[in-house]
């Protein structure tokens, strides 16, 4: 399956893009508040989620999910969610986990057959 890609890059790329902008900025432009980098980052991690969703139309609910997540941790780390890199990172990908048992595992059919026959697109 080919990966989904906005600008002809993977979203994750767009999303480091976007933070590394935001501390440039920060550090040598206008200086930025840590509240109002979390608050950009924040959005544009549920901005990218959204996108994700609507490119991959009916598989998209997972992406919509995690990119949701996201933005939720993000906010509540801005709101005083004091929780270290390594429970940050447990947190995302038990949501992750989540999303893919409850909303892909269901929805989302195999390009074969068990008996490695492909199936019509």
Known sequence: MKPTLIFG???SVILGAVAVAVQFV????VNVDQDTQTAINAAAVALVGF??????K?????????GLGQ????LGMNLGLDWSADRQAAAMA??????QFWLVRDR???P??????????
Do not use: H, K, N
């Open 9 to 11: 890059r993977e979203p």
């Open 26 to 29: 920060s550090a040598f432009v």
């Open 51 to 56: 996108a994700v969703a609507y490119m991959v």
């Open 58 to 66: 009916d598989e998209g609910t997972f992406a919509s999910f995690v």
């Open 71 to 74: 933005a939720a941790l993000a």
């Open 94 to 99: 038990a949501l992750t986990i989540l999303g």
């Open 108 to 110: 989302v059919t195999a």
């Open 112 to 121: 074969v057959t068990r008996e490695g026959l492909r199936l019509a697109a």
